[in-house]
Antibody, heavy 119, light 108 residues
Framework: QLQLQESGPGLVKPSETLSLTCTVS????????WGWIRQPPGKGLEWIGSIFYSGSTYYNPSLKSRVTISLDASKNQFSLKLSSLTAADTAVYYC?????????????WGQGTLVTVSS | EIVMTQSPATLSVSPGERATLSCRASQSISSTLAWYQQKPGQAPRLLIYGTSTRATGIPARFSGSGSGTDFTLTISSLQSEDFAVYYCQQYNNWPPITFGGGTKVEIK
């Protein structure tokens, strides 16, 4: 059974850079897209971006200037960096798998990790 | 960017009754629509993709329909475990993929 697990700090200061990692177990990164989605407390879902196993990246235009997603196949992990944080970036961050470009849905999710931006 | 609008924001339904949730896209997305269920404290779960195809393990009481800009998720007979928030998502024209604001299905 495929499992995804996010890891990273729960509290980050304004203006700093958030770094999160998603570890995939029970399967490999090959042939899929891997992405990040966030949800501010009490609000809806926002797609941040994704990476194909080959290394191609796709970002939400609204966040593109601040986001970097990378992948380490040897560790079966992919990562998110989000810079210049403000309180508006406080959210639960989920990692997810997307089966293909034509079926760009999220069929496996991590449990999510709450990131609070505060001094 | 394609904007997804869900209605109603909250739907009050009695157990055993039918629930009908709506999702509208700001432009045609063909049949590239998915539905998710989210319970408190949990990650969303994929229910339906391609407008009407149920994901693995999803009960037959969940069904999806529509095309173009107007879509519907129907829960034929609500069970206690179905009370949750439901989101639609388009993947016709990405990036970005976009989600609706959600419909909360609550017990009447």
């Amino acid at each position: 059974q495929l499992q995804l697990q996010e890891s990273g700090p729960g509290l980050v200061k304004p203006s700093e850079t958030l770094s999160l990692t998603c570890t995939v177990s029970g399967g490999s990164l090959s042939s899929y897209y891997w992405g990040w989605i966030r949800q501010p407390p009490g609000k809806g879902l926002e797609w941040i971006g994704s990476i194909f196993y080959s290394g191609s990246t796709y970002y939400n235009p609204s966040l593109k200037s601040r986001v970097t997603i990378s992948l380490d196949a040897s560790k079966n992990q992919f990562s998110l960096k989000l810079s210049s944080l403000t309180a508006a970036d406080t959210a639960v961050y989920y990692c997810a798998r997307h089966p293909s470009a034509n079926y760009y849905v999220s069929d496996y999710w991590g449990q999510g990790t709450l990131v609070t931006v505060s001094s | 960017e394609i904007v997804m609008t869900q209605s109603p924001a909250t739907l009050s339904v009695s157990p055993g009754e039918r629930a009908t949730l709506s999702c509208r896209a700001s432009q045609s997305i063909s049949s590239t629509l998915a539905w998710y269920q989210q319970k408190p404290g949990q990650a969303p779960r994929l229910l339906i993709y391609g407008t009407s195809t149920r994901a693995t393990g999803i009960p037959a009481r969940f069904s999806g329909s529509g095309s173009g800009t107007d879509f519907t998720l129907t829960i034929s007979s609500l069970q206690s475990e179905d009370f949750a928030v439901y989101y639609c998502q388009q993947y016709n024209n990405w990036p970005p993929i976009t989600f609706g604001g959600g419909t909360k299905v609550e017990i009447k």
